[in-house]
């Protein structure tokens, strides 16, 4: 099943994924709501997932739907090219991260990999996550609970609270709440200081 915002990417995907004799796209979802609804009523082996979708995004997906099958098997495909992204929907349950760079030999390859069980993640990816770890450097954003993740990388866009309250299907009362723990963990007084954080953490681009 893929599960992306834009028809024109999912149409290019299903293309190039049903050149290969093994697979075959049964379904398609155009948002993280769509995706949980539909992985439930077909049930494919892998689900390839964006992150960056309106709606609940593709972290909370996961989360929805390893909560109701702990054995699904997705595999995320993202054009987040950070190591906090792939960190954080593994964490939540994927089995695998590769950037939307990928070449298309590549991204069959994850496919069968997480088809089989195994976790698949892109080698400049890996490597960057294995030096953050040696390196034992913290992110300041690890500190952030999935949904006042979501709710900081919107607010470092420029998002509005309201705009984020409705993207998110919250309150801007609960957006509110969200975004007064996220400036006390991350020590950020204003959206100026939440913007830098994002930048350093090569979560936005400049």
Do not use: W
Not at 79 to 85: F, K, L, M, R, Y
């Amino acid at each position: 099943m893929l599960v992306d915002d834009h028809a024109v990417v999912r149409m290019g995907f299903k293309m190039l994924l049903e050149s290969a004799a093994d697979i075959k796209v049964i379904a398609e979802a155009e948002n993280g709501e769509q995706g949980v609804k539909m992985y439930q009523e077909h049930q494919p082996d892998v689900v390839v997932m964006d992150i960056t979708m309106p709606g609940i995004g593709g972290l909370e997906a996961i989360e929805r739907i390893m909560a109701k099958d702990n054995n699904a098997r997705i595999l995320v495909l993202s054009a987040h090219e950070d190591s906090v992204h792939p960190k954080r929907v593994l964490s939540a349950g994927a089995m695998g991260y590769l950037t939307k760079r990928s070449a298309a030999e590549e991204l069959i390859k994850a496919i069968r990999t997480v088809a089989g069980r195994k976790r698949y993640l892109e080698a400049s990816i890996a490597q960057q996550m294995a030096i953050q770890q040696l390196s034992g450097e913290q992110n300041p954003v690890d500190v952030l609970s999935d949904r006042e993740f979501e709710v900081f990388i919107a607010l470092a866009k420029g998002k509005s609270t309201n705009d984020i309250a409705d993207t998110l299907c919250l309150s801007p009362r609960t957006v509110g709440t969200h975004l007064y723990n996220i400036k006390q963990k991350l020590n950020a007084n204003n959206s100026a200081e939440i913007a830098l954080i994002a930048m350093r953490s090569g979560l936005i681009d400049p």
